[in-house]
Nanobody
Framework: QVQLVESGGGLVQSGGSLRLSCAAP????????MGWYRQAPGKQREEVAT??????MYPDSVKGRFTISRDNAKNTVYLQMNSLKPEDTGVYYC?????????WGQGTQVTVSS
């Protein structure tokens, strides 16, 4: 069973910042596309950041506020979230995918108060 271990969620006021971390097994980290998704109550899970090598992609909803990065020495992917808004509230999941295979972390709650 592949484990993606997330940390860093919490409660923050609107305009604040949080950094999420996702530690992956070395074999996954080095070969898979890594990303972050979020799911708000009553809504579908949506992708908020992807990193493949050092190429990154973001949807318009978070572009300029969120930054995905990686630390190869720690097999860890980060999501730096700045200028947080109440609509950023949700459970954030780390994702690793390659071809038709994908793995998920357990999720970490992010709550942004207004």
């Amino acid at each position: 069973q592949v484990q993606l271990v997330e940390s860093g969620g919490g409660l923050v006021q609107s305009g604040g910042s949080l950094r999420l971390s996702c530690a992956a097994p070395a074999s996954i980290y080095s070969s898979y596309t890594m990303g972050w998704y979020r799911q708000a109550p009553g809504k579908q899970r949506e992708e908020v950041a992807t990193i493949m090598g050092y190429n990154t992609m973001y949807p318009d909803s978070v572009k300029g506020r969120f930054t995905i990065s990686r630390d190869n020495a720690k097999n860890t992917v980060y999501l730096q979230m700045n200028s947080l808004k109440p609509e950023d509230t949700g459970v954030y999941y780390c994702n690793a995918r390659y071809g038709g295979v994908q793995f998920w972390g357990q999720g970490t709650q992010v709550t942004v108060s207004s």
